[in-house]
């Protein structure tokens, strides 16, 4: 026998079977792996949350601590804060760098929604409350609302957090 004969009888591809069984195993993985990555973009939001969080009280804590006005920006993706040169003051002149010496004390790389009622720059007092404006006449109550996550509530008159 020809060895051309035994290379053309020879049968090439993959039979039903195969193809059925490789496309149930790649299903059973994109299920598997989609449910950890939903679980994983779950996780990102929390942290988010938990990053304004952590700014919020440490607004609070920067401006008892230094007895200074400390202002407060939460926009979507960043937090900032900026302190006064002097006490009293109205406004805040210097910006605060954030522990990895970036000006945005959090940041958050997928931009996830974020809201603050009333809108604009929180206040925060030297001796703790949060205002609506520099001078510290009116106590506001703020909340903090992120995509997907609980709000943050903020007493004006107690500079509580939660």
Not at 82 to 94: E, L
Not at 100 to 109: E, I, K, L, Q, S
């Amino acid at each position: 026998m020809c060895a051309t004969s035994i290379e053309r009888r020879r049968p090439r591809g993959f039979t039903m079977v195969e193809l059925i069984a490789v496309m149930v195993l790649v299903g059973v993985l994109a299920v598997v792996g989609m449910a950890r990555l939903d679980a994983a973009l779950a996780l990102r939001g929390s942290a988010w949350r938990d990053q304004v969080l952590a700014a919020t009280l440490q607004a609070r804590s920067l401006a008892t601590g230094h007895r200074r006005l400390v202002c407060l920006t939460v926009a979507t993706g960043e937090v900032r804060l900026a302190i006064a040169g002097s006490n009293p003051a109205t406004s805040c002149d210097a910006t605060l760098a954030g522990p990895d010496g970036d000006a945005r004390w959090a940041v958050d790389p997928q931009r996830l929604a974020v809201s603050i009622s009333p809108a604009g720059t929180l206040f925060v007092q030297p001796d703790g409350r949060f205002t609506s404006d520099g001078a510290g006449s009116t106590a506001v109550n703020a909340r903090i609302a992120i995509a997907g996550e609980a709000a943050l509530q903020i007493t004006g008159e107690t500079g509580h957090v939660r």
